[in-house]
């Protein structure tokens, strides 16, 4: 514009125009300055090197970000030489194309889908606002989940069709209505933080959906088969109430689980989280009935006592199924329960075991410590076997189950960067 207004010649717009493409290869914008004698013509004074660095915290965000599955992509208005160094100090990648040369009406390639160039790429220069909801949109249509930042006005319809919006600190109006998620303090390291905790939610959801379902097949199939097997019952409903308040106070601690933190986006998967919980639930059904076998033929127990020894085992056993429930891997490796958890079990598998030790008035049976400790151990090598099951199937799964498509963050580069006032 500088160079048009104070009509250089060719020599000098060449001159100047190297020296700015030198210093967009560095990463510099550049500023042309030029100045009149009062309605005389305009004369170009010069060109002035600007530099925008890199928030000192971008290239660790990108970097996180890229070890949780996220696929991240720079979006900017600048010169293509710029934004390809800028690109490349973030470790976000060099190929970084005009967005024109893709959404252009020239940008379509045979055989080759806007989809696959918007995916291919590592981010667009030299874009304008129409530029950024065409990439959102096919990032979409692509399969993809895709975040998108922005803090403009003319960000508002890319933010509002991306899956998660977000308004980064000091944004617009504009941009916070049309974004789903606002961020308060300066950066982008916060939306690392929120994919964190959003994966230790999930994974406590996916746990307390495996656990119930288990725990339902696990007490309701055995009591239904027991009685048409045995023609008794074998568990009192004050049992069954008992077993649902011993279990119901451990489960609200799944709250404040310790749990890992997936390397890849997650989804819910019902196909798997029924496929273990069943299992596991049918599980824990033959281990009851071996137990009641034990009792009856074995051990030639009364009514009253077998009733208090099933009742001792799902209370156990069904506090180690929410232990084995909660990982992937073996139930006493890392990660560990929450502290709040372990003591939340222990209090009130506690208390069943002295309930059963001592009896409560005819309801339930008193039995010997040793016939306790004969349960607990049971219990005990059984939520082994279950653990072993439940890896099992999860390692079955895990070779069955096709890949997902990784969450893209769109963002866009002057969000990266430190505002500096001239």
């Not at 104070?6 to 060449?14: I, K, L, M, N, Q």
């Not at 000192?56 to 934004?83: E, F, P, Q, R, W």
């Not at 959404?103 to 379509?108: A, K, L, M, S």
């Not at 230790?200 to 055995?222: G, H, K, L, Q, W």
Request: charged residues 20%; glycine residues 8%.
């Amino acid at each position: 514009m500088i160079l048009d207004l104070a009509g250089v010649d060719e020599p000098t717009r060449t001159k100047v125009r190297t020296w700015i493409d030198a210093q967009a290869a560095r990463g510099f914008r550049t500023l042309g300055v030029a100045s009149r004698v009062g309605d005389g013509a305009w004369q170009l004074d010069g060109v002035l090197a600007l530099f925008d660095p890199p928030r000192a915290d971008s290239a660790a965000t990108i970097a996180d970000a890229k070890k949780h599955g996220l696929m991240v992509k720079m979006v900017t208005g600048d010169n293509l030489a710029i934004g390809r160094e800028i690109a490349g100090q973030l470790g976000i990648g060099r190929h970084i194309v005009v967005a024109d040369t893709v959404f252009g009406e020239d940008g379509q390639r045979p055989g080759v889908s806007l989809a696959d160039q918007v995916a291919a790429a590592d981010g667009f220069a030299q874009v304008f606002p129409e530029h950024k909801y065409g990439i959102v949109k096919a990032l979409q249509e692509a399969g993809h989940r895709v975040a998108m930042t922005g803090d403009g006005v003319n960000d508002a319809p890319a933010l509002k069709q991306a899956d998660v919006g977000v308004a980064v600190s000091g944004a617009t109006d504009a941009a916070r209505a049309a974004a789903a998620l606002i961020l308060t303090a300066p950066g982008l390291s916060t939306i690392v933080k929120a994919v964190e905790e959003a994966r230790r939610i999930f994974e406590r959801m996916n746990s307390y959906a495996i656990y119930r379902i288990t725990e339902t097949i696990r007490i309701m199939v055995f009591v239904v088969l027991a009685m048409l097997v045995y023609n008794f019952y074998p568990i009192t409903a004050v049992m069954i109430i008992l077993l649902a308040f011993f279990n119901d106070v451990p489960i609200m601690t799944i709250a404040y689980d310790r749990t890992a933190v997936d390397p890849q986006p997650v989804r819910w998967d019902m196909r798997r989280v029924l496929t273990v919980s069943t299992v596991m639930g049918l599980t824990g059904t033959v281990g009851s009935f071996l137990m009641l076998y034990l009792a009856l033929d074995w051990l030639h127990l009364p009514i009253a006592k077998v009733q208090t020894y099933i009742f001792l085992k799902m209370a156990v056993a069904g506090h180690l199924t929410l232990f084995v429930s909660r990982s992937k891997g073996a139930y006493w490796r890392k990660p560990y329960p929450a502290p709040v958890m372990i003591w939340s079990a222990v209090i009130t598998k506690l208390a069943a075991t002295l309930l059963c030790a001592w009896g409560l008035f005819s309801l339930i049976a008193p039995i010997s410590w040793f016939e306790i400790a004969l349960v607990w151990t049971y219990s005990i090598v059984w939520s082994v076997l279950t653990d072993y099951a439940k890896r099992a199937v999860y390692s079955h799964l895990e070779h069955s189950a096709p890949r997902h498509r990784n969450f893209l963050g769109v963002l866009q580069s002057h969000l990266l960067k430190t505002k500096k006032s001239a």
